[in-house]
């Protein structure tokens, strides 16, 4: 089994640990609501170093991307991160990404834990006749994402670079403070930072070496207790996305055990549909027929807590199923993030969920619950 350079720490911490994507990572450190009410009212630290870490350079790399995946490159400034997805000539889905145009010759991309070897794989495969390289460089990196209202003001503290003019979605190359980066491909000998996260708040995520990886997690645990920062485990992690409708790959979506489309997904958004891309062709006829189902929320009426599986019902027929539920740290209600039929999808809607032979009422909602 794999772990990050922040293992140790984790250990010490009394972290519940557990296997995730092929590593031993943090479920939990004080509990799960503890941390999440953390990030939703202050902010806490996640080590998120288990994700990939892709470069693609060359002087053909923006034609490259803007033909493997739905956005259109050409159209993205420099220092821009982008919400995107890999798909293939079906159109299904195989991961969902984050890419980080440094210039146009050259790209970050952050594929997710489990499919890293696979984006690297794909991204390999279509290259040839292309001038680019592709690079993993994911064992040698590490992320600390900083979550929350007060991740600003927390992180400001260890920059030199203003960061309240780091609009969202956006990178910046930074230079520390009591923290002498080492040199790496990526950055230079400063920060990578970009003002994303996968909780719904304000936040960043930070790339460095995994050499400078433990010095930066104290720094931010030494300034955090001003804020009353909490380290966060993937138990937060999972119910903070939920809460704000954000897909999960391998479970909301795969390639084999649940294609599903953009357009199915709810993430029609990310397609530019003004410039050729692997899948279009399928996704416009789909778009065109409008048959297909949809990713929707659901929040429960009745006391039970939905889970993944679950089947849901319009009066006695069978109108879609969950394939993700908790029980909203904020809502303090069961929630659930499903694909329903077309009919059944507009917001309002009475649904039942069966909740282990039980029929419990439930409304159909955007994937976004929680504003």
């Keep these: 089994m794999k772990s990050t350079a922040l293992h140790d720490i984790h250990i010490e911490l009394g972290a519940k640990m557990t296997e995730f994507a092929g590593f031993h990572m943090p479920l939990w450190y004080k509990g799960i609501i503890e941390e999440h009410r953390a990030v939703r009212e202050s902010v806490g630290v996640f080590d998120v170093s288990h994700m990939g870490d892709l470069l693609i350079v060359g002087a053909e790399a923006t034609d490259f991307l803007s033909y493997i995946l739905p956005t259109d490159f050409h159209k993205v400034p420099p220092m821009k991160a ?24 050259r790209y970050l991309i952050v594929p997710n834990a489990a499919t890293t070897e696979l984006i690297y794989n794909w991204i390999y495969s279509l290259g040839g006749g292309y001038n680019i390289k592709v690079k993993n460089l994911s064992s040698e990196y590490s992320c600390l994402a900083i979550q929350g209202r007060n991740a600003e003001k927390l992180l400001q503290r260890l920059v030199k670079d203003d960061l309240s003019k780091l609009g969202f979605f956006n990178a910046i190359l930074a230079e520390a403070k009591g923290l002498k980066i080492e040199d790496n491909e990526i950055s230079g000998n400063k920060l990578f930072i970009s003002r994303t996260g996968y909780t719904g708040e304000d936040g960043f995520e930070v790339i460095v070496p995994n050499n400078n990886a433990k010095h930066l997690w104290e720094l931010i645990m030494r300034v955090g207790k001003d804020f009353g920062i909490e380290p966060c485990g993937l138990g937060a992690r999972d119910t903070l996305r939920m809460e704000k409708g954000f897909l999960l790959s391998g479970q909301d979506f795969h390639p084999y055990h649940e294609p599903r489309t953009p357009l199915e997904a709810g993430i029609s958004w990310i397609v530019d549909w003004e410039h050729e891309f692997i899948g279009k062709d399928i996704l416009i006829e789909m778009k065109k027929e409008k048959k297909y189902e949809l990713f929707r929320g659901i929040l429960m009426k009745e006391r039970g807590v939905p889970r993944s599986g679950y089947k849901i019902y319009h009066e006695d027929e069978e109108v879609g199923y969950l394939t993700s539920g908790t029980l909203s740290p904020t809502l303090n209600i069961g929630i659930g993030l499903g694909y329903i039929k077309r009919p059944y999808i507009k917001v309002g809607t009475e649904v039942y969920v069966d909740i282990r032979g039980r029929k419990v009422k439930g409304e159909i909602r955007k994937p976004r619950l929680v504003k």
Excluded at 86 to 102: E, P, Q, Y
Aim: overall charge negative; cysteine-free; proline content about 0%.
């Design 82 to 105: 982008t919400y995107t997805a890999f798909i293939n000539h079906r159109g299904i889905l195989i991961d969902d990404t984050i890419v980080t145009k440094i210039n146009d010759e």
